[in-house]
């Protein structure tokens, strides 16, 4: 009896042990890359940290993205462009820029910013990574802030005779963390912009004080001029040319005999 109870149990083992792993336990599904690209900040596409980008474009478009940074993160853009075989005529200036939300440009610390592609390269490859993140600044700094960035990327020097030749440009977004140790504060609203130009942003109306009802019931005097340094010297130049005509008058005009 024993040894029958013992089997059950190593029965009842197995199968337990034999149960597939649930679903949660299997391997994150990769981030779908993205395929489009932006030409204006308005049109910007939105990507995030290690999603993979891969566009097709041709020589001489301007190419722009957006994501969201925190504070603490310290961004950092890889971009690799992979020139055309044939049809080249020339060396190629290339740059890869970063802005926030109020259209700051950042300062890049790291990367290959603006490479030049000789006329046989078979590809240039760029990189910006911007200062940390921080959790507030001064107004008149230009520290970069939690909030949207905008990337922009494209050729400004390249022959006039190359321009529309296709080309396939990739991107990766990384953001580690950093040190916010050193902050000691907190940003009271992200620099996020309004996309949404033409509208018409509307209020709370303002209630009307006691003192701006009491003006308004009271006799006004908005009528009269306000007095300054013009009216008197326009008045006093009126009375000095009156009494000079009425002096002239009696200088000019003949005595009646009696």
């Given at each position: 009896?024993?040894?029958?109870?013992?089997?059950?149990?190593?029965?009842?083992?197995?199968?337990?042990?034999?149960?597939?792993?649930?679903?949660?336990?299997?391997?994150?599904?990769?981030?779908?890359?993205?395929?489009?690209?932006?030409?204006?900040?308005?049109?910007?596409?939105?990507?995030?940290?290690?999603?993979?980008?891969?566009?097709?474009?041709?020589?001489?478009?301007?190419?722009?993205?957006?994501?969201?940074?925190e504070a603490g993160q310290r961004p950092d853009l890889a971009a690799s462009v992979?020139?055309?075989?044939?049809?080249?005529?020339?060396?190629?200036?290339?740059?890869?820029?970063?802005?926030?939300?109020?259209?700051?440009?950042?300062?890049?610390?790291?990367?290959?910013?603006?490479?030049?592609?000789?006329?046989?390269?078979?590809?240039?490859?760029?990189?910006?990574?911007?200062?940390?993140?921080?959790?507030?600044?001064?107004?008149?700094?230009?520290?970069?802030?939690?909030?949207?960035?905008?990337?922009?990327?494209?050729?400004?020097?390249?022959?006039?005779?190359?321009?529309?030749?296709?080309?396939?440009?990739?991107?990766?977004?990384?953001?580690?963390?950093?040190?916010?140790d050193a902050d000691q504060g907190e940003l009271a609203k992200p620099l996020v912009?309004?996309?949404?130009?033409?509208?018409?942003?509307?209020?709370?109306?303002?209630?009307?004080?006691?003192?701006?009802?009491?003006?308004?019931?009271?006799?006004?005097?908005?009528?009269?001029?306000?007095?300054?340094?013009?009216?008197?010297?326009?008045?006093?130049?009126?009375?000095?040319?009156?009494?000079?005509?009425?002096?002239?008058?009696?200088?000019?005009?003949?005595?009646?005999?009696?």
């Amino acid at each position: 009896m024993r040894i029958k109870h013992l089997a059950l149990a190593g029965a009842a083992i197995f199968g337990i042990a034999a149960v597939p792993a649930p679903a949660f336990a299997d391997d994150p599904q990769p981030i779908a890359p993205v395929k489009t690209a932006g030409t204006s900040f308005l049109t910007a596409v939105a990507i995030t940290a290690n999603q993979p980008v891969e566009v097709g474009a041709v020589t001489g478009d301007y190419l722009y993205w957006q994501f969201t940074a925190e504070a603490g993160q310290r961004p950092d853009l890889a971009a690799s462009v992979t020139l055309p075989a044939d049809g080249r005529t020339g060396d190629e200036s290339w740059i890869i820029e970063v802005f926030d939300g109020l259209r700051r440009r950042q300062a890049c610390v790291a990367g290959e910013q603006s490479p030049v592609a000789a006329r046989d390269a078979a590809q240039v490859t760029l990189g910006c990574r911007i200062r940390q993140v921080r959790s507030w600044a001064e107004p008149q700094d230009g520290d970069p802030l939690p909030g949207t960035y905008y990337v922009r990327l494209s050729s400004t020097k390249v022959p006039e005779a190359d321009l529309g030749l296709p080309l396939k440009v990739r991107l990766t977004l990384t953001a580690e963390k950093g040190d916010l140790d050193a902050d000691q504060g907190e940003l009271a609203k992200p620099l996020v912009p309004n996309n949404q130009p033409g509208t018409v942003l509307t209020g709370p109306a303002p209630s009307a004080s006691p003192s701006a009802e009491v003006e308004e019931s009271s006799f006004s005097m908005d009528w009269l001029p306000d007095f300054s340094g013009r009216w008197f010297w326009t008045a006093g130049g009126g009375i000095l040319a009156a009494l000079t005509g009425l002096f002239g008058f009696s200088l000019t005009r003949r005595r009646r005999r009696a």
